[in-house]
């Protein structure tokens, strides 16, 4: 065995490793996706992805599946701790604020072209 023989064996195995965590990780995507999305299926969806491997239509839904919130249901709400509400509600409450601001310098700046609220639209 040459080197080249022994290069080009290297190459292929490189290849085959390649092809096999890309296989594992197409597999791994659809359930991880549902799960960082806290889908109410999310194990079903797992499961789906890594049979899908087999059977390609199955990981096209499991993939689609992922993305999907119900409308009703115990996994139509979204569960956020109420550390992340006040991060919310100070988030909602800056942006209040500097939409104020920007409407309040706009009307110096154009008094007659920006109404005012208490105007109407």
């Known amino acids: 065995m040459g080197f080249l023989d022994v290069f ?14 890309l296989i594992l ?13 806290r889908s ?7 499961i789906a992805g890594w049979v899908g491997i087999l059977v390609f239509p199955i990981w096209i839904l499991a993939l689609a599946a992922a993305f999907i919130r119900p409308r009703t249901g115990e996994g139509a709400a979204i569960a956020i ?4 509400t006040a991060e919310l509600a100070a988030t909602i409450s800056s942006i209040s604020e500097r939409l104020n601001n ?20």
């Not at 080009?8 to 965590?21: N, Q």
């Not at 990780?25 to 999305?37: C, F, Q, V």
């Open 8 to 21: 080009s064996l290297l190459i292929l195995l490189g290849l085959i490793l390649g092809a096999v965590c």
């Open 25 to 37: 990780l197409l597999a791994y995507t659809p359930g991880a996706i549902a799960r960082k999305r």
């Open 102 to 121: 920007l409407e309040n310098g706009l009307r110096t700046v154009l008094p007659k072209v920006v109404p005012s609220r208490a105007e109407g639209a």
């Open 81 to 84: 701790s109420e550390a992340e």
């Open 40 to 46: 109410p299926w999310a194990e079903a969806v797992n």
